[in-house]
């Protein structure tokens, strides 16, 4: 199975940064896409950005150029550099690996996450 590790969340001030990163293990394949995804609470899990294999990225509008995804392929792990932070980015930040077989064929394996808390 595909087993994911967040790190690097913890309590930033407002305008402050922190640098998440994923290491997967198990069996992952070249083609999967990654990326990071946060739940407030009381709110629903929402995209945070995603990045393809060959660096390709998508962002949501909320990120305003503030958050920036990567990956290194050779040691299977994601990151999310986040600066200019804010109270509203404050959730549990989840790692994401997507895989598509084939139509009807998709799964999504999932870290534990890792808590980002911005506050004064």
């Known amino acids: 199975q595909v087993q994911l590790v967040e790190s690097g969340g913890g309590l930033v001030q407002p305008g402050g940064s922190l640098r998440l990163s994923c290491a997967a293990s198990g069996r992952i394949f070249s083609r999967d896409v990654m990326g990071w995804y946060r739940q407030a609470p009381g709110k629903e899990r929402e995209q945070v950005a995603l990045?393809?294999?060959?660096?390709?990225?998508n962002y949501e509008y909320f990120v305003k150029g503030r958050f920036t995804i990567s990956r290194d392929n050779d040691k299977n792990t994601v990151y999310l550099q986040m600066i200019s932070l804010k109270p509203e980015d404050t959730a549990v930040y989840y790692c994401?690996?997507?895989?598509?077989?084939?139509?009807?064929?998709?799964?999504?394996?999932w870290g534990q996450g890792t808590q980002v808390t911005v506050s004064s």
């Open positions: 990045i393809t294999s060959t660096g390709s990225t």
């Open positions: 994401n690996v997507h895989r598509s077989v084939g139509p009807g064929y998709e799964y999504d394996y």
